[in-house]
């Protein structure tokens, strides 16, 4: 699976947007960019995904860009509970290995 | 529908000792994964099921711990004897199978080796 860099912590003001970059210089054709993140004192928890296309749910936003080597995670009103580290991780879907880097650490801010 | 469940959530033991941590995955999910967290650091992989089979154990230190699923449900990971560098957060996940896109993730089990 492809390595991924990311900073090692953000802050962000309750109500913005927090925009967290990821580097994946290596990723394959057939790799996907997951994004968990772990509040403290939890498991981690799978927030969203993709391959090439930008994708959006309750949670969060994914942008890829076009050369797929980096990608951002939108929260676009963060709150004080979004308060976590976040993971982005490079796998194939039919790989079974979630491999964690040391993700971000992102504190919003009251 | 109740998540992963894990127990117990801490557990302080002497090195030396034995220790077991037992999961309990979601309902009708296939696949069990055991990983490990020290301080400061994501998970890392140590074992993983598909039902009862252990299909990928090539990071678990085999000469003090071992793992057991049976009945394809629920599992427990055991050390034996614990050392002071397996103190960390045990975590337990599981999904619907190998090409689910998420895994779900219990609390974990703080185990401190004094």
């Known amino acids: 699976d492809a390595k991924t860099t990311q900073p090692p912590s953000m802050d962000c003001a309750e109500g913005r947007a927090a925009n967290l970059p990821c580097n994946h210089s290596?990723?394959?054709?057939?790799?996907?960019v997951y994004w968990y993140r772990q509040i403290h004192s939890q498991g981690p928890q799978y927030i969203i995904h993709?391959?090439?296309n930008n994708e959006t749910n309750e949670m969060a936003s994914l942008i890829i860009t076009e050369d797929r080597k980096s990608s951002t995670l939108i929260l676009p009103h963060a709150t004080l509970r979004d308060t976590a580290v976040y993971y982005c991780?490079?796998?194939?879907?039919?790989?079974?290995?979630?491999?964690f880097g040391e993700g971000t650490q992102l504190t919003v801010n009251p | 529908e109740a998540g992963v469940v894990q127990s117990p959530r801490y557990k302080i033991i002497e090195k030396k000792q034995p220790v077991a941590f037992w999961c309990n995955p979601i309902?009708?999910?296939?696949?069990l994964y055991w990983y490990r967290q020290n301080l400061g650091q994501g998970p890392e992989l140590l074992i993983r099921?598909?039902?009862?089979?252990?299909?990928?154990d090539s990071q678990l230190p085999k000469d003090r711990f071992s793992a057991e699923r049976l009945k394809g449900v629920d599992s427990t990971l055991k050390i034996q004897p614990a050392e002071l560098g397996d103190s960390a957060v045990y975590l337990c996940?599981?999904?619907?199978?190998?090409?689910?896109?998420?895994?779900?993730f219990g609390p974990g089990t703080r185990l401190t080796v004094t």
């Open positions: 996940a599981s999904s619907l199978g190998l090409a689910s896109y998420e895994q779900y």
């Open positions: 290596t990723i394959s054709g057939n790799e996907y």
């Open positions: 993709g391959l090439k």
């Open positions: 991780i490079v796998k194939e879907t039919s790989g079974s290995r979630l491999t």
């Open positions: 309902s009708g999910h296939n696949t």
């Open positions: 099921y598909e039902n009862e089979e252990a299909v990928d």
